[in-house]
């Protein structure tokens, strides 16, 4: 679906969702539901030198993959976690940046909810929050697709996310922004930690 849809071959996506982040050298970056470690791999280059890129999935699987992926790369040490999004098994406080692609509409409500209070947990304060998901498909086999996608998410609520995520993150991220890819066919919804925001352990 992500490949049909983006037309993404060259992995531009990528680079516009690791841009967003503002993430530098030095800097610390979580990719939450990372998958096969793509965009994390694709990250470590921005941290170097001094750095520090990881990537948590709770599929030990796909984690098991995205070692391999950044092995072949040569890319750097990044380092690959199985872990819950919604239990996040890192300090309060702990990244300059955390970006999720094309994960977030797969979670319950519930454990979005608590996935984001733990995006918003482990950022430092002035952190910021990146994720890329679909924006609805204009070529008609692929929207239906996308449509089906919708429609077994199962709730409403999912439903409502997809079609506009912004309320949802402005319950826990300031300036929270949407933005379209320069193809249009993806979109990134960008929100900051405040400054002085209480870090809940």
């Known amino acids: 679906m992500i490949a049909l849809h983006s037309g993404d ?3 531009r996506l990528r680079d516009l969702l690791i841009e967003r982040t503002g ?6 970056l ?15 280059t921005a941290v170097e030198p001094g750095g520090l890129v990881v990537g948590v999935d709770f599929s030990a699987g796909m984690i098991r993959r995205a070692g391999v992926k950044a092995h072949q790369t040569d890319v750097g040490d990044v380092t690959f976690v199985v872990g819950d999004a919604a239990r996040l098994p ?13 994960a977030m509409y797969e979670l319950s409500p519930e454990v979005r909810e608590r996935a984001l209070q733990e ?5 430092r304060p002035g952190g910021r929050f990146v994720m890329m998901e679909h924006c609805e498909p204009s070529r008609p086999l692929v929207r239906f697709l ?5 429609s077994v998410l199962g709730s409403s609520e999912n439903r409502d996310f997809a079609r506009d995520e912004v309320p949802f993150l ?15 066919r993806s979109k ?11 870090t809940a352990g």
């Open 119 to 123: 995006v918003s947990r482990v950022l």
């Open 188 to 198: 990134l919804i960008v929100g900051n930690k405040q400054e002085g925001a209480e």
């Open 146 to 150: 996308y449509r089906v996608r919708l």
């Open 90 to 102: 890192f300090a309060n406080a702990s990244f300059d940046a955390v970006s999720c692609s094309h």
């Open 9 to 11: 071959a060259s992995a």
């Open 30 to 44: 979580l990719d939450l539901c990372t998958g096969t470690g793509a965009v994390a791999v694709r990250a470590q």
């Open 23 to 28: 993430i530098k050298a030095g800097g610390r």
């Open 170 to 184: 402005r319950r826990y991220f300031a300036d929270v922004k949407r933005e379209l890819s320069p193809k249009g």
